[in-house]
């Protein structure tokens, strides 16, 4: 039987513009952003924006994450924004505290599922996270950085996608979230404490073994510049960088 939903890395065109849709609905309705304050906040960091989405047969995305990859002229915004209030933090000297390698690090800034039902919700967000771990898989990313909801921090916690808090930082209102934290995650390291403390968790979202109703693509069709796809719907294609070169059940920003 064929897939309901179809997973694409690189949306461009209809595909693009209904992930900005989906990142301004889910948004809109937990923290109250506009779309105008969405462009505001992003709009620096377009040139090295790229999103991995998951639509259905008429092109409508159902969940998007909007990635920043390296090497954008505004860097990470979550380096950037700690640097002022309500955390006052050094982005450069917080992210040497931990080892991150900035030319191989990624930053996960708007993570999302638009409203549907629960049981189509948690489908579609752990085929995100799902996503999310072949995204770094196939571009060979080191570390991950962020500032997420704390809701949404659990939720990736759960299944095994434990992000700790970068150096100076703790958690405090952020963009119309009442709770979030600058986080971080050293990609390795990560997946083995899943492997061993999250054995399923690690099975379904890392190997992607009983995840039903998402055609994914294969591994190159993670990779930036790949025009490879689940299926001929849309087109993922290079972010910009390469090119140079439900009810909501999981909603994220940084």
């Known amino acids: 039987m064929a897939a309901e939903t179809r997973m694409y890395f690189g949306a461009q065109g209809a595909l693009l513009a209904s992930a900005r849709e989906c990142e301004a609905e889910v948004f809109l309705r937990w923290f109250g952003n506009t779309r105008e304050q969405l462009d505001a906040e992003y709009g620096p960091y377009e040139d090295s924006s790229?999103?991995?989405?998951?639509?259905?047969?008429?092109?409508?995305?159902?969940?998007?994450?909007?990635?920043l990859v390296p090497g954008g002229a505004a860097g990470l915004k979550t380096l950037t924004d700690i640097g002022d209030e309500p955390w006052g933090v050094d982005g450069t000297r917080a992210s040497a505290a931990v080892g991150l390698d900035l030319g191989t690090t990624w930053e996960i800034a708007t993570?999302?599922?638009?409203?549907?039902?629960?049981?189509?919700?948690?489908?579609?967000?752990?085929?995100?996270?799902?996503?999310?771990?072949?995204?770094?898989?196939?571009n060979r990313v080191t570390s991950f950085v962020a500032i997420l909801d704390e809701r949404v921090r659990r939720l990736l916690g759960s299944v095994g996608i434990v992000m700790r808090a970068l150096p100076g930082t703790s958690t405090a209102a952020y963009l119309g979230s009442a709770s979030s934290t600058p986080v971080f995650a050293h990609f390795t390291p990560m997946v083995e404490n899943q492997r061993r403390q999250f054995p399923d968790s690690y099975r379904l979202v890392t190997l992607g073994i009983g995840l039903d109703g998402v055609a994914v693509p294969s591994l190159a069709g993670f990779r930036l510049g790949s025009r490879g796809s689940a299926a001929p719907v849309g087109q993922p294609v290079a972010s910009p960088l390469a090119v140079l070169a439900a009810r909501s059940t999981l909603v994220g920003r940084s």
């Not at 790229?50 to 990635?67: K, M, N, P, Q, T």
């Not at 489908?123 to 996503?131: E, K, P, Q």
């Open 50 to 67: 790229v999103f991995l989405v998951i639509a259905d047969s008429h092109d409508e995305v159902l969940g998007a994450v909007r990635l």
């Open 111 to 138: 993570l999302g599922v638009r409203r549907g039902t629960a049981a189509s919700g948690l489908r579609l967000s752990l085929a995100l996270y799902h996503g999310l771990m072949t995204v770094a898989r196939a």
